[in-house]
Every structure is written in C-alpha cells, then in structure tokens.
Nanobody, 122 residues
Framework: QVQLVESGGGLVQAGGSLRLSCAASGLTFRRYSMGWFRQAPGRNREFVAAITGGGGGTIYADSVGGRFTISRDNAKNTLYLQMKSLKPEDTAVYYC???????????????WGQGTQVTVSS
C-alpha cells in the first residue's frame, strides 16, 4: 500500500523560507516521478513542481520558478520542496503525489498525500 506523508508546513512571514518533506512508503521510490501540488482556499489544486525518479529532471510552475526547488533523496524515500522568498499568494495546502512519469497534469498522478498547510503572512 502506497503511503505519502507530508510535513514541514507552517506559518511564515512574507520573504521567509520553508522546506516541505514527503515521506513515501509501499513503493520502489526511485522508479517513480514525484510532484508537488497546492490548493488555496476557493481555488482548484494547481501544479507546483515535479521531479524524475533519478532526480535529474525537474519542472516548475512559472509562479514558483526561481524561488522553489524540488529535490529527492532516494536512499531515504523522501521528496522535498525548498521554498524561499515566500509570498502571501503561496498560502495553500501543499500535496505530494506519485506518477510513473514526470508531468504537470494532476489527473495523471496515482497516489496523493494528505497535505500540509503553508500560510504566508504579509
């Protein structure tokens, strides 16, 4: 059974940083691409970033490029999202997800975590 557990969310002031983690179990982690999505109140869930199984390929949403960095540690079965220069509009619940290939398309991801709340105050 695949399980994804996010952590690291919290309250931070604008301009601050946070690092999210996603611990994965029940799968051969290195064989799968991983993604981060977020959902703000009253809005649809949106793509943030994705990374290939080996970590050599990444994709970012335009809104976070240059501020967020996705990475993974396959020895620890853990995905990360380093977020810097945070803005109030980054406030959302952040989710990690698993897919066989790297993609920005939400519907193609097979398994999802429960999410972690990130709140950026102005």
């Amino acid at each position: 059974q695949v399980q994804l557990v996010e952590s690291g969310g919290g309250l931070v002031q604008a301009g601050g940083s946070l690092r999210l983690s996603c611990a994965a179990s029940g799968l051969t982690f290195r064989r799968y691409s991983m993604g981060w999505f977020r959902q703000a109140p009253g809005r649809n869930r949106e793509f943030v970033a994705a990374i290939t199984g080996g970590g050599g390929g990444t994709i970012y949403a335009d809104s976070v490029g240059g501020r967020f960095t996705i990475s993974r540690d396959n020895a620890k079965n853990t995905l990360y999202l380093q977020m810097k220069s945070l803005k109030p509009e980054d406030t959302a619940v952040y989710y990690c997800a698993v897919n066989e290939r790297i993609t920005t398309k939400e519907k193609e991801y097979d398994y999802w975590g429960q999410g972690t709340q990130v709140t950026v105050s102005s």
